[in-house]
């Protein structure tokens, strides 16, 4: 599975980004979606899930200002960020759990810069 991420860029404190992420191949192995992120100096944090029923589950750092949607007809996902602040910024990554395919391994996309100025 293939997961391609766009959508990023540099937006002002206060403002709105929305990222899109592209899943092909064989998607069909696709359980849960998600999105992670990482900023300069630190480790790979989680954003949110959505599993393929669209149950999600928020970081507390952004809950009430980004939300997740899943488009399965057309294997997209898509984070609408709100209310970006500077702490947001970072390298953003899609991320796809293929349990549902014995001996597949989960994808990442190549991950789409998010840069909030403040």
């Not at 399965?72 to 898509?78: F, I, Q, R, S």
């Not at 970072?90 to 996309?109: Q, R």
């Amino acid at each position: 599975v293939q997961l391609v991420e766009s959508g990023g860029g540099l937006v002002q404190a206060g403002g709105s980004l929305r990222l899109s992420c592209a899943a092909s191949g064989d998607t069909i192995c696709i359980s849960a979606m998600g999105w992670y992120r990482q900023a300069p100096g630190k480790e790979r944090e989680l954003v949110v899930v959505i599993t393929s029923g669209g149950h999600t589950n928020y970081a507390d750092s952004v809950k009430g200002r980004f939300t997740i949607s899943r488009d399965n007809a057309e294997n997209t996902l898509y984070l609408q960020m709100n209310s970006l602040k500077a702490e947001d910024t970072a390298v953003y990554y899609c991320y796809a759990d293929l349990s549902k395919c014995s001996g597949y391994v989960n994808s990442w996309g190549q991950g789409t810069q998010v840069t909030v100025s403040s």
